[in-house]
Nanobody
């Protein structure tokens, strides 16, 4: 059974940092892509970042480039999202999700942060950034 468990959320002041963790089990991390998504109240879920555990390729949405860093520790089966220089607009529930490699093609590789590629999701962790 695929399981994804997020941790590390909390309340932080603007300009601060948090590190989210996504502990994965029930599948081979090396053959997957793990994505981080977020959903703020009243807004649609958006892709934040993802990492291909097979080759280490990383992707970021424009609003977090230069501030967030995604990494993977395959031995620990954990993916991290280091979030620096946090802004109030980063406030959201953050979810990790697994793309288990069922998809491919030009459109897939050009749009890795679309949630339709991700089959399994964690329960989410709240991140609140105060101004």
């Amino acid at each position: 059974e695929v399981q994804l468990v997020e941790s590390g959320g909390g309340l932080v002041q603007a300009g601060g940092s948090l590190r989210l963790s996504c502990a994965a089990s029930g599948f081979t991390l090396e053959n997957s892509t793990i994505g981080w998504f977020r959903q703020a109240p009243g807004k649609e879920r958006e892709g934040v970042s993802c990492i291909s555990s097979s080759d280490g390729s990383t992707y970021y949405t424009d609003s977090v480039k230069g501030r967030f860093t995604i990494s993977s520790d395959n031995a620990k089966k954990t993916v991290y999202l280091q979030m620096n220089s946090l802004k109030p607009e980063d406030t959201a529930v953050y979810y990790c999700a697994a793309d288990l490699g069922k998809y491919g093609g030009t459109y897939y590789y050009a749009h890795r942060l679309l949630d339709l590629w991700y089959d399994d999701w964690g329960q989410g962790t709240q991140v609140t950034v105060s101004s």
